[in-house]
């Protein structure tokens, strides 16, 4: 317990700031701030901003968050006063910061059409606070019968310690196909290049602790690789070159229970899950489990 707010809410909610001394959350679908004082333990909680889809920190002292309303809006600890970013009725989601300036997040417009309630992706973007500018790194696209396409609505995944990688979760238009896994692309920041891997190679459901992030080597994360929704089924952690787009499994193939068939259901071994780094970056822990049975 830190002061009188962590009894509000969940843990899973909190993000600390860069340099620990702050903590944000949300509580009722609205953005709080509170300082970390772990001798007293009694600061009070400022209440940032009212119906929040996502916030991130953007550095130690700028709180970035979207509006439920729309546009891109921060909040300066130093001065106690609010900027608004972007004015917009598009939303700002499933935002990321690289904690040095740069915002990355998933852009949405909700409207109402024929009395029917739509979502139209844009894409994903990044934004340099101290540029001010917004950037369009990965376009969306609709689904498509005519040509076939099922579309595009690509979400951060994570990014790397030193900020020159952000991992993507290339999310399809489809939530029923996305629930049985999705590919994984990388954005290379200094090259300004998309990297997107081969659903045969790199498959995953996009889960955030699906994802392990090598916090000394940004070009090899760790992904539990592996189709079909449920968790104790085809399943295996390993690395991912990010560079040369290929996932090389942890565990000796006779262990592995997966399969290049992304939705098999039968294969025997272990499955795994859940994996995270040591603070080093020498060792990664996970979960598994023998699976012996076909459900």
């Known amino acids: 317990r830190i002061g009188d707010w962590s009894s509000d809410v969940c843990s899973s ?6 340099d620990g001394a702050n903590v944000a959350y949300t509580k009722d679908g609205n953005l709080y701030l509170a300082e970390i004082d772990l001798i007293k ?9 009212d119906k929040v889809v996502s916030y991130a920190w953007g550095n130690n002292n700028d709180l970035v968050y979207g509006a ?4 891109l809006n921060g ?7 609010d900027s608004v970013y972007i004015k917009s009725e598009e939303r700002y989601e499933n935002m990321l910061s690289d904690k040095k300036g740069t915002i990355y997040g998933s852009v949405y417009r909700y409207y109402t059409k024929d009395n029917g309630q739509y979502i139209e992706a844009k894409g994903l973007v990044k934004y340099d606070l101290a540029l001010a500018k917004e950037s369009l790194i990965i376009p969306a696209r609709p689904w498509n019968d005519e040509k076939g396409d099922i579309g595009l609505a690509p979400i951060a995944a994570g990014i790397s310690k030193d900020g020159d990688f952000v991992y993507v979760w290339y999310k399809s238009r489809s939530g029923s196909l996305n629930s049985d896994g999705v590919s994984f692309a990388t954005y290379d920041v200094k090259n300004s290049k998309l990297i997107p891997y081969n659903n045969n190679q790199v498959f995953a459901l996009a889960y955030n602790d699906n994802l392990a992030i090598n916090p000394l080597n940004g070009k090899m994360p760790v992904l539990n690789n592996g189709g079909f929704r449920d968790m104790n089924i ?3 952690i390993g690395t991912v070159d990010v560079i040369k787009g290929t996932f090389k499994a942890i565990l000796p193939d006779s262990m592995i229970a997966t399969t290049n068939d992304q939705y098999n259901t039968t294969v025997k071994g ?10 080093d970056g020498k060792k990664v822990i996970y979960s598994a489990s023998d699976r012996k049975s076909v459900v």
């Not at 333990?41 to 901003?49: E, S």
């Not at 439920?68 to 546009?71: L, S, V």
């Not at 909040?75 to 006063?81: E, V």
């Not at 795994?272 to 603070?279: A, K, N, V």
């Open 68 to 71: 439920e309303k729309g546009g």
């Open 75 to 81: 909040f300066n600890l130093k001065t106690k006063k």
């Open 234 to 236: 085809n399943k295996t």
């Open 270 to 279: 272990m499955v795994t899950m859940t994996p995270s780094f040591s603070p």
């Open 41 to 49: 333990g009694q600061k009070k909680a400022i209440k940032v901003a």
């Open 13 to 18: 909610d909190l993000s600390i700031s860069p």
